[in-house]
């Protein structure tokens, strides 16, 4: 129920760049029956001046570095602020948690090694995360990232890790912040494998312990896909929980 101009969305999505688009967030929303609105920077769609018409806020990824001097993720960052005023749940992916982070004065760095491809992450034991993430302890996600948010908010309950990043995921109030990217889909693993930029080949040859091959990561999403989705339902219904009435 996508941009239907006869209705007022539920949801506002902010998508940053061309290639990273809401995959599975879209899928989820449709299957619920969410009327929801995605505006995307790199499209040259402005995003929105308030958040003020929608229940909930979902930010979504990208190659760009939360850090970067672009006047969209700085808008974003207000529209995150506004939300939290306003009391409307915001939900972060990868660069979308970086910037949730930043938001609310964490800082966002460059990690010593990068995690690219399909990693098991450290859930932890509070009651907190399994609000968030259910009963699973040592989930497989995917991850595409550099960066993460390396020093939290003031306030900010961390809820996951890995060996090779300390914060996976946080919880700030009804925020959730993730490094990982729940939404991912097969074909959206395919379309960023065709055009993969420079800098993977040489973070395959120099990190080969966090950062698979395309022919390891195909063989991989087969693999987690299904539970990786099922992780998806889990975290977006307890994001619904907490949408503004």
Request: contains cysteine; negative net charge; proline residues 8%.
């Amino acid at each position: 129920m996508r941009d239907d101009p006869t209705l007022r969305p539920d949801v506002l999505v902010l998508q940053h760049t061309l290639e990273d688009g809401p995959g599975y967030l879209g899928q989820w929303l449709d299957a619920h029956g969410v009327r929801w609105q995605v505006c995307c920077a790199e499209a040259g769609e402005a995003y929105p001046a308030s958040v003020r018409p929608y229940r909930a806020l979902a930010v979504l990824g990208g190659e760009w570095s939360a850090n970067d001097e672009r006047a969209s993720l700085r808008h974003a960052e207000a529209l995150i602020r506004e939300a939290d005023a306003l009391g409307l749940p915001v939900i972060g992916h990868c660069l979308g948690g970086q910037l949730l982070a930043r938001a609310f004065g964490g800082q966002v760095q460059r990690l010593p090694v990068p995690e690219i491809g399909w990693c098991p992450i450290d859930i932890a034991d509070t009651a907190l995360a399994r609000q968030w993430f259910g009963a699973t302890h040592r989930p497989t996600v995917y991850q595409w990232h550099h960066d993460n948010f390396t020093t939290l908010p003031v306030g900010a309950l961390p809820l996951a890790s890995s060996p090779a990043c300390a914060h996976q995921a946080f919880a700030l109030g009804p925020h959730l912040g993730m490094q990982f990217h729940i939404e991912i889909t097969p074909a959206k693993i395919d379309a960023w494998l065709g055009h993969p930029g420079p800098v993977y080949p040489q973070a395959i040859a120099r990190h080969p312990d966090t950062v698979q091959t395309p022919e390891a990561m195909r063989a991989a999403t087969a693999a987690h896909q299904a539970s990786s989705q099922a992780l998806a339902d889990t975290i977006y219904a307890a994001w619904r929980t907490r949408w503004r009435r």
